[in-house]
């Protein structure tokens, strides 16, 4: 299982840097980052950054969308990476979140994702691509290399991705949930001819080491809370299409445990989005999040990993939206990921 950091590009942008320096002494092996530029600075300038001062790091968006860049532009950016730095730039991207809506627009259609995912992909893999009506070519890339992660909660989306993502990020940790997803993703990939086993899995949420008595314990739902509240704007939108589930089934398939959290949802400030003091989110129990998070000692990380897994995961990324950052990527490097590492012995 590889691992990686999920960071937001809050000023001063050094400090984006230097947590991603810490990322890779520990261990980790991708720094993601929000992409929702009103929000936040400039991702992919700061990614260049990183890039800079670190040494295998892989950078990405966590995750992009298809309405807010030209898709072109996007390509440009990830080609003209890594001829920079060597083919270190991964792509995850999304309908649309806090990006469009901060704007007052909408997630795109799956449609246009699907389409955008294979401009993106053909140009940040320096090969030519059908576009408006044209063959389009970046004449200056020579042998990039650049994969698309597909971020999704819905049948459909889920759908989409086994049929054209690399790979599949889903943005929760319950155990149930990623069954359920992961299983759906790998039977749309088998449904078009591909293999799923060549699809990468990303799990991503909250990551908290803390200490195991109750108030540390209390401390620690407090601080990802917010999460509950992120994902609760993507279960609205499958609500809004398939309806609340019901003792007789689940909307659209999807599992009730997804679903049923966000009854007291009244609304989302877009100005608190992904902050650990969001104060709007009262409405997620303290259950979903600690179904949602790693939370805890590092054995408990590590047990819900190696559960995650075995269900065929093969990254996890952790947020570090709040206040235990620097203790809980340490106790990661020393401790988490040598444990999900498979050993090698110098003598046989």
Known sequence: MDFGVVLQTNPPAARTVQLSQLAEAHGFSHVWTFDSHLLWQEPYVVHSAILAATRRIVVGPFVTNPATRDWTVTASTFATLNEMYGNRTICGIGRGDSAVRVTNGRPTTLKALRESIHVI?????????????????????????????????????????????????????????????????????????????????????????????????????????????????HVADIVSKYGPSTDSGNAGNVPAALTDYIAGRTGYDYNSHGKSDNDHVDFVPDEIVERFCLLGTAEEHIAKLEKLQALGVTQFAGYLQHDNKEETMRVYGETVIPALTPAVTAKR
């Not at 389009?136 to 759908?159: H, I, N």
């Not at 599949?168 to 449904?191: C, G, K, P």
Request: charge should be negative; hydrophobic fraction near 45%; charged fraction near 20%.
């Open 121 to 233: 992909r053909e140009l940040g893999n320096s090969r030519a691509v059908e576009h408006n009506g044209a063959t389009l070519q970046f004449p200056w890339s020579r042998g990039s290399e650049l994969d698309v992660w597909v971020a999704a909660y819905g049948p459909l989306a889920l759908k989409l991705t086994g049929e054209v993502g690399d790979g599949f990020i889903l943005q929760l940790a319950d155990l149930d949930i990623a069954e359920w997803m992961i299983t759906t993703v790998r039977q749309a990939a088998e449904n078009v001819g591909r293999d799923p086993d060549e699809i990468a899995f990303c799990v991503a949420a909250p990551m908290y080491i803390g200490e195991d008595t109750p108030d540390a314990r209390a401390h620690m739902i407090e601080q990802c809370r917010w999460f509950g509240g992120m994902v609760g704007n």
